[in-house]
């Protein structure tokens, strides 16, 4: 091996025809030494050349799979916010992948257990990970970028291992492996419940707790990252992590599934001012992290793991930004949902929508064409902050989630709420000049209870995750229906079911973009857990034996009829075009009425009906008719009786969805009754905790 000075640029580990360039950055770095690893023997080769703050050297006759990591000599000051100490081995915080486990003793600590000002000078490198070097190269076979619309998206987030460790297509190798989420009868069920988007719980590298692992769980969700660049290797089947990552890409590609990583550029796996040094803290603590100005031994702490990333730094946002662009350039994923994203606009301490982070990615041409999804809220000052991000981007939208819950419990005083959720949220978004495709709407997401749940429990049963049943959400607006958890009534399951089949009904045909849990569609339980977030176990993993694809199938017939009716998608508020004599909404009490102020504020109203005017619709293809629609809403615990409106007219409407009968197949509303005057039916029953959607070719002009 021989040693030049080799180049600043790219950071990281840079493979090229006669060996690996290494460049590191750091502000406060004296010297830079890098430890090559030959099993477990170690050579140190400080980095010769300095350009600015980058340390950088080229190392000949090394290539693919070569283990490395980081060593910086610096100054030891925690009081003021240093804390080098080239006793700890860091992990490159560009480095493609990881090898071995980063461990919790206390060898990784950079202080004395005893004195958190002291140094530690024990070697650390027997209890860490190697970072190692890669070769990014990649048959591709024309692979590009799907680009499909917001507006004709449907989102399924999901967890890599968690939705094939049990299923029993999947060979047992692949089972919770990228290569298992890319099998034919993974991508099958995709494809038959709709889904034109993954997005992924954290698949970059993360460490496991130490207070976890002392109680013999797991970090099961993967929020505690340690490398931004590399893939999770607990995910992988074979040895090549990144290619098999990038097989699973091109397979879901060329399925018509995008891929959306959640990503966690908020905070690291590194913790609070008592955590461990396997990094950025060791690199350039300051400039990585918010410190407490008034004690910059301690960190700022918006997001209730110990420390934030500071994107106000411009170290910090390069390594966001360089990281952003290689999982889109390299690895080709179509968009990102930003964990905690209010922490990303504080280019100061408070939240500024035009601040650094969402400067850079507004200009960035990579970038372009990428969803952008935000998580809009951290636990900051002022940390809420939805509906108050750039025009580009989409949020997940809490109101629709926790209206949508509270309509379908019979929550009194819920109408108007509802309304505007269904419509695309208009009083959040459209004011700042943006679209319904702003809204991410859920019921459930990862943290919470599935929709399984939802109907099941009232109280939250998270005893597994070792906290006395005092962690998770507390106001879950849940209703267990009757009965707490399992039962065999049927009456109790017949509600379940309906208020299930109801929400579906709700998130998969209101304006805006849905977002549907993974396993939700399958009846997936976690057994009254809310927050199983540290069950890597059977809790949390798809039960493919128990899977109902009876619900499965409506929600197939849900998502098809969104896809093959853009008046589902539109991307025009509603009210937009009455200037020009297009009454596009009607909304009808249950006896034909129009919808009054003091009906949208009736506490006791839990029933509406939406009309949808099919000839003019604004969408991803211009302007163009589709069919009318008629959604009735029953959200009381009694049957009621909807009129159709005389306004619209009662003649030519066909049942396409009834959730109180699901296998309701296209009854026609216009048949004729000797009964009634001129023969035509102009009302229909809809159950309790009912939706019943209608269609019927537009009346243009």
């Known amino acids: 091996m021989h040693l030049t000075v080799g180049s600043d640029h790219p950071l990281g580990a840079t493979l090229d025809d006669s060996g690996v360039n290494f460049a590191v950055w750091s502000s406060v770095a004296e010297s830079v030494t890098l430890s090559l690893f030959d099993g477990d023997e170690e ?28 060593r910086v000599e610096g100054p030891w000051d925690p009081a003021n916010g240093l804390r080098c100490n080239p006793a700890k081995l860091l992990a490159d915080p560009y480095a493609r992948l990881h090898s071995g486990e980063f461990g919790a003793g206390r060898l990784l600590l950079g202080h004395t257990p005893r004195n958190q000002s002291r140094i530690d000078p024990r070697d650390s490198a027997s209890a860490t990970a190697r970072s190692v070097v890669v070769d990014d190269a990649f048959d591709w076979e024309g692979d590009r970028p799907l680009r499909t619309p917001l507006a004709d998206s449907i989102i399924y987030e999901t967890h890599v291992k968690g939705i094939t460790r049990r299923h029993p297509a999947v060979p047992a190798s692949l089972r919770g492996t990228y290569a298992g989420l890319a099998h034919p009868a993974v991508i099958e069920h995709l494809r038959a419940v709709g889904v034109t988007a993954v997005e992924l719980l954290p698949i970059h590298q993360f460490v496991h707790d130490g207070f976890l692992v002392d109680r013999g769980l797991r970090n099961y969700w993967g929020y505690n990252t340690i490398g931004f660049f590399a893939p999770h290797r607990d995910y992988a089947a074979t040895d090549d992590p990144i290619s ?16 959306i990583l959640d990503v966690v550029h908020n905070h690291t796996a590194e913790g609070n001012h008592l955590g461990p040094t396997l990094g950025f803290r060791g690199i350039d603590n300051r400039a990585y992290y918010r410190l407490d100005p008034q004690n910059p031994a301690h960190y700022l702490n918006w997001t209730g793991t110990g420390n934030t990333l500071d994107l106000g730094s411009p170290a910090a946002l390069r390594l966001v930004m360089d990281s952003l662009r290689y999982w889109v350039e390299e690895v080709h994923v179509d968009g990102f949902r930003f964990d905690l994203a209010t922490v990303l606009g504080r280019t100061h301490a408070a939240f500024d929508p035009v601040g650094a982070f969402f400067g850079a990615v507004a200009q960035d041409p990579v970038l372009q064409g990428t969803k952008l999804i935000a998580e ?52 959040l978004y459209e004011l700042s000049g943006r679209k319904p495709t702003a809204s991410i709407n859920l019921i459930t997401a990862h943290d919470g209870f599935t929709l ?46 309906r208020r299930t089949r109801s929400m579906l009904v709700t998130l998969l045909l209101s304006q805006g973009v849905p977002m549907l849990l993974g396993g939700d569609e399958i009846g997936r339980t976690q057994r009254g857990n809310n927050n199983a977030y540290n069950q890597d176990n059977e809790l949390s993993w798809f039960d493919w034996e128990a899977a109902d694809f009876d619900l499965s199938g409506f929600v197939g017939r849900l998502t098809r009829l969104r896809s093959e009716h853009p008046t589902f998608r539109r991307t025009a508020w509603l009210h937009e075009h009455a200037a020009e004599g297009h009454d596009l909404v009607g909304w009808f009490t249950s006896d034909g009425t129009e919808m009054s102020v003091d009906d949208w504020n009736d506490p006791a109203g839990h029933s509406v009906a939406l009309h949808l005017a099919g000839r003019v619709v604004h969408c991803e293809r211009g302007t163009v008719t589709d069919d009318d629609v008629l959604l009735l809403f029953n959200g009381s615990m009694d049957a009621r009786t909807f009129h159709l409106p005389e306004s619209i007219g009662a003649d030519g409407w066909a049942v396409v969805v009834d959730s109180v009968d699901p296998h309701r197949d296209g009854g026609v509303v216009d048949s004729v009754d000797p009964h009634r005057d001129g023969g035509v039916v102009d009302e229909m029953t809809v159950g309790a905790f009912g939706a019943t959607v209608l269609l019927r070719p537009s009346r243009r002009g």
């Open 376 to 427: 809009p809220w951290d636990i900051g000052p002022d940390g809420y902050r939805v509906g108050q991000f750039p025009a580009r981007w989409s949020e997940w939208n809490d109101t629709f989630r926790d209206t949508t819950r509270d309509v379908w419990r019979a929550t009194r005083g819920t109408l108007g709420a509802f309304g505007n959720a269904i419509t695309g949220s208009s009083p």
């Open 43 to 70: 050579h140190r080769f400080p980095l010769p050349g300095r350009t600015g703050d980058v340390f950088h050297g080229h190392i000949s006759s090394i290539g693919p799979g070569a283990r490395y990591g980081l």
């Open 452 to 497: 399984h749940d939802l109907v099941s429990y009232d109280e939250r049963h998270n005893h597994a995750n070792g906290e006395e049943n005092g962690d998770g959400h507390r106001d879950n607006r849940s209703w267990n229906s009757g009965v707490e958890g399992p039962t065999d009534d049927p009456a109790v399951l017949d509600i379940r079911a």
């Open 244 to 259: 098999e990552f990038k097989g699973m890409v091109k397979l879901l590609h060329a399925a018509g599934i995008e891929v």
